[in-house]
């Protein structure tokens, strides 16, 4: 057996029914394999046996009442996976399908994406089953400051600095906030996705949409070609989706798709500035539903559907886990696709990218694509340190250099280790390169 198979043995050995935990191991271990055989001595130093158990994981109750005065009770997580480069940093995601697996799965990934950032940051995700769907602002606010009251002893500025994901957008970083500074009694930069007014930067709630346009465009560029005039495909309509098709509009594309968890809407002619911004209202203000942009704007809404049929030449995922499988990954090669970058984390499913791969399709995994956000959220915690306001163009401009040197590491050990142009495997290798040789540095933690 290989080193990789042992490790993987114990992997599912130890972590039963955790299928994406499963699914995600089992894809970064494979894809680092080659590594192995120019680097003995990650293998000495039992590298991914450490690798694969989370430095802490905490679970808690979660009990809140709501509009009714019912006391409810949901979950709470925060899997702080690695601190070998930094503080520990990820998200947290509110939404009813939160499991222990999960946020397994996305704390793990982090720590490859947040070390292709270059900045110094450590692993981390959170989060409940609590669905803020269709709650009051009170009973949001009441649940955020249950969740805090139980994980502020394990957070802080050079510990772990929580962002928002999936049901966590700028209220309820302001719930977590507030709750956090009144436990601690100061003011410190323990959250970021902050409001500017307090410690947030600007770029950050735009950056994870920009960021995976600008790798896209590197990918491109790369065989001499760019996004200008592309036909682009884009699901979710969150903050991901909404500002990936901001920037691809700014960068001369077509972005003719975009959907939530009830179906698609096809714009045809390309969604305009004016269309996005009336979207961006209906979505973050007055929390509607993606059908209604049919309505308003008379084109085709598809229930039930994910936008993959529609022929395109870029594909920007930009939702959730799994929404693209290897019928949808097939049909994106049927129509001619070109490239397809993931916004979303994990948004291919194992047999989807092996089809992209093979089919040579210029494909941008999550922890490299939509590793904007962190990187933004680095940023954030740079500025708070020295209690400075970069201007968006400066931030914007750190941004777009950072992917471009993901990019580079990525295409790099790509090259080196494995195939030239297989983002995939170079991103996983890139990012655990680094945090490997300082696992070294550091002995045995
Ligand atoms: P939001 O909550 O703002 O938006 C999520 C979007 O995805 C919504 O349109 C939602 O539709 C849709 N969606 C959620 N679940 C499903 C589902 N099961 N099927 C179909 N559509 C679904 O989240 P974000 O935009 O912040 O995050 C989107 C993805 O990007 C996630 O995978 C997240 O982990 C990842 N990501 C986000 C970063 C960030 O900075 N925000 C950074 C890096 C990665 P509906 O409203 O119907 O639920």
Known sequence: MSYVDTVLEGVHRRNPRQPEFLQAAEIVLRSLEPVFEHHPEYEEAAIL???????????????????????????????????????????LRFHPTVNLSIMKFLSFE??????????????????????????SDSEVMNFCQSFMTNLAAYIGPSTDVPAGDIGVGSREI????????????????????????????????????????Y????????????????????????NVAQYAVQKLIDMGAKPVTMSDSSGYIHDPEGITRERLEWLMELKNVKRGRIQEYAREFGVEFYPDQRPWNVPCEAAFPCATQNEIDLEDAQRLTANGCLVVAEGANMPTTTEGIRHLVEKRILFGPGKAANAGGVATSGLEMSQNAMRLNWTFEQVDQRL??????????????????????????????????????????????
């Open 49 to 91: 046996e450490r690798l694969v158990e989370p430095e802490r994981t905490i679970v808690f109750r979660v009990p809140w009442v709501d509009d009714e005065g019912k006391i409810r009770v949901n979950r709470g997580y925060r899997v702080q996976f690695s601190s070998t480069l930094g503080p520990f940093k990820g998200g």
């Open 110 to 135: 982090q720590i490859f994406k947040n070390s292709l950032t270059r900045l110094q940051i450590g692993a981390a995700k959170g989060g409940s089953d609590f669905d803020p769907k269709g709650k």
């Open 174 to 213: 302001g719930y977590l906030f507030g709750q956090y500074k009144r436990l601690r009694n100061e003011f410190t930069g323990t959250l970021t996705g902050k409001g500017l007014d307090w410690g947030g930067s600007l770029v950050r709630p735009e950056a994870t949409g920009y960021g995976v346009v």
């Open 215 to 238: 790798f896209a465009e590197e990918m491109l560029n790369g065989v001499n070609d760019s996004i200008e005039g592309k036909t682009c495909t884009v699901s979710g309509s969150g």
């Open 400 to 445: 777009r250099e950072i992917m471009r040197n993901i990019y580079l590491a990525t295409a790099e050990a790509a090259r080196r280790y494995h195939e030239a142009g297989n983002f995939e495997v170079g991103a996983n290798i890139a990012g655990f390169l680094k945090v490997a040789d300082a696992m070294l540095d550091q002995g045995v933690v």
